[in-house]
């Protein structure tokens, strides 16, 4: 047996963490695995900067080093050569203890692509014969959305080599490939092909990974490795970036350890600073050899009456108003969605908001779930509508199919790009930003589309608008809101807030607006669900003593309710001093802390029109 699964058989191992992500930070104005080449001494640097932090492996710089990439920056007649330079400098920057693995990326994204696997083979294979004739103590197959692929690989190599093979599959769902499967049998899969150590990487961040672990056999015949990105993906002034949370992701390291991972590394957005925090979390820790796995149970997841109200923005200029968002299930088992809506309609909630595939990932679509709820409930329901996912043809479209279904309240958003989501190479379409779509949807008002042809009647649109007031300069967004309020959009819905400082600083920063606001309360629904929104959304950001509070209470769930619905009634309280707007956000499909939140909300404003009367 090699060294490397030798010293697995006792000990936890600690990787590297993410290259591209520091180089693009310096200036990368081609691919990371040219600096091979070009700028060696900083590649070496990197690899130091990780052994440093504690790192036990690190990975050669050749994840995307295959004919194919090099292709699109004129070096694909450079694969050896690249592949070469990358273990020569990894042997520099090792030292004795140091395992070096050959990275080898997959071909297939969410999208196949129209390159065969048997071309897939014959360029993987130039990548494994060349990093193995060059001194790898292993290889590492990684960020395989593809299962055939990554299976048909691993056993051409086993066929020639008996080396470790490291082996990373990458899903958009924390229980299920692209293709439908259980990640755990995927995996059982990849270790019969003949992988050594098996796992997952990319794509999710340390939380999520944990909660997919958490349903993961221990397996007979091999290890498990996770490599984690640092969060979700933000956009922030046209860059990607994540977030800063290298503590909490060694704290959370510490989860997957316990979950059976004895390799443990770092993916996109890491740094040597995660790979630190990771090395003193777990390196008191030893492998365990029993676990208990977590089976995953399928979720499961309706009279018309009619109603010629204000608009929304009509209702909130004249008194309280309360919207609720409840998303779309992922699935077709909609009985626990109608349900709930029909739990908000019977408590006179003003209006549902159905997101439209929220953070790029796909849902039922709201469309077609408001046309249900149109015909047997009262509730009114606002649909968004992304400009993500359609060009200037199916916006239209979309327009008129809601108009004659009757639907008029739309939030019109640019919409969250592709790669933050479940399917990262689905193409982002953005014919138009969320500021063009209201002025599409004003020219519908006025009869007429974006030909100048004649509808032969007119819309009746009432148009929201997105804020989020979790930036650095709060004026800046104003101003943003200022021109979408010159495009026309009528009202806003606020991001959720967590302090009564940011509504009030909401309310300074826009009241010289004349348009209702809605200002957001998402509850929190655990310690663990507050620590991710800290740490992994972009964005938001706890107080120290709301996590010590939610902290207190982990372990009892009807204190942490309680817990969280005072806090969010203190909110509450704070909203109706300056708003008659109050959006509040359902977590989980946890539909009972929204009408709870609602009936307060109605109760206050009740007993304080009563003071005024």
């Not at 294979?125 to 395989?144: H, P, R």
């Amino acid at each position: 047996m090699s060294r490397l699964l030798d010293t697995l058989k006792h000990k936890v191992l600690v990787a590297d963490g993410a290259m591209g992500t520091i180089l693009y930070s310096e200036g990368l104005d081609t691919c990371p695995e040219a600096y091979n080449l070009t700028h060696p001494e900083k590649v070496e640097r990197i690899h130091k900067s990780y052994i440093e932090a504690g790192a036990d492996i690190i990975q050669t710089n050749t994840y995307g080093a295959n004919f194919e990439k090099l292709k699109q920056f004129g070096l694909e007649h450079k694969v050896k050569t690249i592949h070469q330079a990358a273990v020569d400098i990894a042997k520099r920057a090792a030292t004795e203890d140091t395992f070096i693995l050959g990275t080898v990326g997959g071909f297939r994204g969410v999208k196949k692509g129209e390159l065969s696997l048997s071309a897939i083979l014959y360029h993987t294979e130039i990548q494994v014969d060349t990093l193995i004739s060059s001194g790898v103590d292993g290889l590492l197959f990684e960020t395989y959305y593809d299962l055939e692929e990554l299976l048909k690989v691993i056993k051409a190599t086993r066929t020639r080599y008996d080396i470790p093979i490291i082996a990373q599959l990458t899903a958009s769902n924390t229980n299920y490939l692209i293709d439908g499967t259980k990640i755990n049998d995927a995996l059982q899969q990849v270790i019969a092909a003949g992988a050594d150590i098996v796992g997952l990487n990319c794509h999710h961040g340390p939380l999520h990974m944990k909660n997919t672990f958490s349903h993961i056999a221990l397996p007979k015949q091999a290890y498990l490795s996770c490599y984690p990105n640092a969060s979700l993906l933000d956009l922030d002034n046209d860059t990607f970036k994540y977030s800063n949370n290298a503590e909490y992701f060694g704290n959370t390291a510490q989860q997957l350890i316990q979950e059976g991972v004895r390799l443990i590394g770092g993916c996109c957005g890491t740094t040597p600073e995660h790979i630190r925090h990771i090395k003193k979390s777990v390196n008191h820790l030893k492998p365990i050899t029993e676990k208990k796995v977590i089976p995953i149970h399928k979720k499961s997841e309706s009279t018309a009456r009619t109603n010629h109200r204000l608009s929304l923005a009509e209702r909130a200029r004249r008194q309280p108003t309360i919207i609720v968002e409840l998303d779309t299930p992922k699935h077709l088992d909609t009985t626990r969605f109608f349900d709930n809506i029909k739990a908000l309609d019977d408590a006179r909630i003003d209006a549902v908001t159905l997101a439209d595939n929220s953070l790029a990932t796909v849902r039922v679509s709201n469309i077609a779930a408001a046309s249900l709820i149109k015909q047997q409930f009262n509730i009114e329901p606002l649909v968004h509508i992304t400009c993500r996912d359609r060009n200037l043809i199916g916006l239209q479209s979309h327009l008129l199919g809601l108009s004659l279904l009757g639907i008029h309240e739309i939030l019109a958003i640019t919409g969250d790009p592709s790669k933050v989501g479940h399917l990262p190479g689905a193409t982002n379409v953005y014919d138009v930003n969320s500021k063009g779509l209201t002025e599409l949807a004003l020219r519908f008002n006025k009869g007429i589309n974006t030909d100048g042809d004649a509808l032969k009647t007119k819309t009746h649109f009432n148009i929201a608008g997105g804020f989020d007031p979790h930036v650095r300069n709060i004026k800046a967004a104003v101003r943003k809101m200022e021109t979408k309020i010159e495009s026309g959009m009528h009202y806003f819905i606020t991001q959720p807030v967590f302090t009564q400082e940011k509504i009030i600083e909401i309310y300074e920063a826009t009241k010289h607006l004349d348009v209702p606001i809605f200002i957001g309360i998402m509850p929190i629904t655990s310690y663990k669900n507050a620590l991710f929104l800290h740490n992994e959304v972009p964005g938001i950001k706890m107080s120290d003593d709301v996590l010590a509070q939610f902290e207190a209470v982990k372990n009892d769930r009807v204190a942490t309710y309680n817990l969280s619905l005072s806090l969010c009634k203190s909110l509450i309280d704070k909203v109706h001093q300056y708003f008659n707007g109050l959006y509040l956000i359902t977590p989980f499909e946890r539909v009972d802390y929204s009408l709870e939140l609602a009936k307060y909300s109605k109760t206050i404003t009740d007993n304080n029109q009563e003071v005024l009367l």
